[in-house]
């Protein structure tokens, strides 16, 4: 019933920024926290950044200062601004959420979005 829907992705030159945004929708009611992870070609999911509900934040290093994660928790949903974009971060993003919560199991849980791709040129 849940299903978390990425936009925003594209194909960008190196230096240029792209947001990205998640929204979780369902009988949703709450959501510990949501995040960003990426994968390249042959290597693995990583974290990228998470927020918690409560504002809390989380990020890989090697993304630390150049992008920006935020949350909208009235809406469920996440955003992830990508500036001073480097080809190191062509990848699939995919949200997460964690902790999510609908009326109809009251377990929390986690979800994954389908993935958007992003791809920086140089």
């Known amino acids: 019933q849940v299903q978390l829907v990425e936009s925003g992705g594209g194909l960008v030159q190196a230096g240029e920024s792209l947001r990205l945004s998640c929204a979780a929708t369902g009988t949703i009611v709450s959501i510990r926290r949501m995040g960003w992870y990426r994968q390249a070609p042959g290597k693995q999911r990583e974290l990228v950044a998470t927020i918690t509900s409560g504002g809390s934040t989380n990020y890989a290093d090697s993304v630390k200062g150049r992008f920006t994660i935020s949350g909208d928790s009235a809406k469920n949903t996440v955003y992830l601004q990508m500036n001073r974009l480097e080809p190191e971060d062509t990848a699939v993003y995919y949200c997460?959420?964690?902790?999510?919560?609908?009326?109809?199991?009251?377990?929390?849980?986690?979800?994954w979005g389908q993935g958007t791709q992003v791809t920086v040129s140089s």
């Open positions: 997460n959420a964690d902790g999510l919560i609908v009326t109809t199991s009251w377990n929390p849980s986690t979800y």
